[in-house]
């Protein structure tokens, strides 16, 4: 019994020290870490828009975007630039423009529908980075339902926010009375749509 204990211990052991070599721990992981990697990287370089790919899809959207119920009012193709504190982009720039500055192309489009009885209004902005950050809800906000809030004016706005490649796109409802969440969905559904149908190189 002692001689196979001790066996056992020395076979047993000698599979630990051989288990525990920098081979047998490294080797494989490390090989899979890097394709996963490098095929990440090729991805998303591959799907990083310019900013002239952002200003045709703009130009699709301003031309095709179509929500039910609803008529687009105001777009801001064409120029547009906007100043703004430094501070407010992290000391980024002072213009929101590709360059950060007066002469750059700018990073921001939008387009304004509204209902017949223009009681309702959905905006939705279109905005440029330089980051891919992938295709995504990134947030859903609903201020109501908060006890300690107005509720009557947490109930006139809904926003979500998603992203295409390097865009972030948000939807946002206001309206004089409660807004009707279904209405917000219903937008972003149709901006998602429109996505899918693009041919842009």
């Known amino acids: ?41 090729k991805t998303d370089e591959n799907q990083i ?3 002239d790919q952002f200003e045709q899809l703009f130009s699709h959207m301003n031309e095709h975007l179509k929500i039910d119920q609803f008529q687009l009012k105001a777009s801001t ?28 192309a700018s990073t921001q489009e939008s387009l304004y529908f ?11 902005h279109f905005a440029y980075t330089d980051h891919y950050i992938g295709e995504d809800m990134i947030q859903y906000s609903s201020s109501s339902g908060y006890d300690k809030m107005n509720q009557k004016l947490a109930n006139q706005s809904d926003l979500i926010l ?29 901006v998602i749509k429109e996505l899918g149908q693009l041919n842009i190189h």
């Open 49 to 51: 828009m310019n900013h």
């Open 162 to 190: 998603i992203s295409y490649r390097n865009l972030v796109i948000s939807v946002q409802q206001n309206k004089l009375s409660k807004v009707d969440p279904k209405t917000t969905k219903l937008a972003v559904e149709q």
């Open 77 to 104: 193709r064409g120029s547009d630039f906007t100043i703004i504190d430094k501070e407010l982009s992290f000391g980024k720039r002072k213009w929101l423009t590709v360059d950060g500055t007066s002469d750059g």
């Open 114 to 124: 509204e209902d017949k009885k223009q009681t309702t209004q959905l905006s939705v």
């Open 1 to 41: 019994m002692r001689g196979r204990m001790g066996f056992s211990i020395i076979l047993t052991s000698a599979f630990l020290v051989a288990g525990c070599t920098d081979d047998a721990v490294t080797s494989n992981p490390k090989s899979e870490n890097k394709k996963v990697t490098v095929s990440n990287q």
